[in-house]
């Protein structure tokens, strides 16, 4: 496909390779014997999970287990996990529609195939969509569009007191801006791990929203 977008010939073995995958032990390498032994996916079907795994951002090129890959296996974070990992996948659908995942089929099939340029009726463009809808039934949109709390702490670097002590009895009456006051502030922000690029764009607009205003200068 000219621009290509993952998919496997034999999709129902996506829901089978999932769902072992959460039940068996985290591995050292995510291998094509790994694959076809312990998630039982066989043959040129298990090699073609392989590297939907790693186009899935499962796994490193060298096999590696990725992070991703572990908090999928975690029920908690599962869902999140492969939204964020669709979206890396099918980034190019999601550049054409952030909510693809909301589209009818009709829809999906026909940005697929005005992404690759073949034909509806092509049987890539059907595996594609086939293969996208089996992976979205492990996905929490929800969760992935939602950003995580953003721990901001801020300290002033002037202490009030010590401000306050420099005063003589000639300035107590006076109002901080007849002095010239400025307090500086140091910001930590701890970003979530993600490669959402709109959930930083959501937080730093909030950050300008609520913590650069003129008004609090």
Do not use: W
């Not at 999140?80 to 089929?105: G, K, Q, T, W």
């Not at 709109?198 to 205003?213: E, G, P, T, Y």
Request: glycine share 6%; with cysteine.
């Amino acid at each position: 496909m000219s621009n290509s977008l993952p998919y496997v010939t034999s999709p129902g073995n996506i829901e089978k390779a999932l769902n072992a995958i959460k039940s068996a032990a985290v591995p050292d390498k995510v291998t094509q014997d790994f694959v076809k032994t312990i998630l039982k996916i066989k043959g040129g079907s298990g090699d073609q999970m392989t590297s939907l795994l790693k186009k899935l951002g499962f796994s490193e090129t060298n096999g590696t287990p990725t992070e991703r890959y572990k908090k999928f296996r975690n029920p908690t974070t599962s869902g999140r996990a492969m939204a964020e990992a669709i979206r890396h996948a099918y980034a190019p659908l999601f550049e054409h529609n952030e909510y693809v995942f909301e589209l009818s089929d009709e829809d999906v099939l026909g940005l697929i195939v005005e992404i690759t340029g073949q034909a509806h009726d092509a049987g890539p463009v059907k595996l594609t969509l086939t293969c996208f809808k089996n992976l979205k039934a492990f996905a929490d949109f929800s969760k992935a569009a939602s950003p995580e709390p953003v721990d901001v702490a801020v300290q002033s670097e002037t202490d009030p007191t010590d401000v306050g002590s420099r005063f003589n009895e000639s300035q107590a009456g006076m109002s901080p801006e007849s002095f010239g006051l400025n307090l500086g502030y140091t910001i930590n922000i701890n970003l979530p791990a993600t490669d959402d690029v709109k959930v930083f764009d959501a937080i730093f607009k909030s950050i300008k929203r609520n913590l650069m205003s003129k008004d609090d200068a």
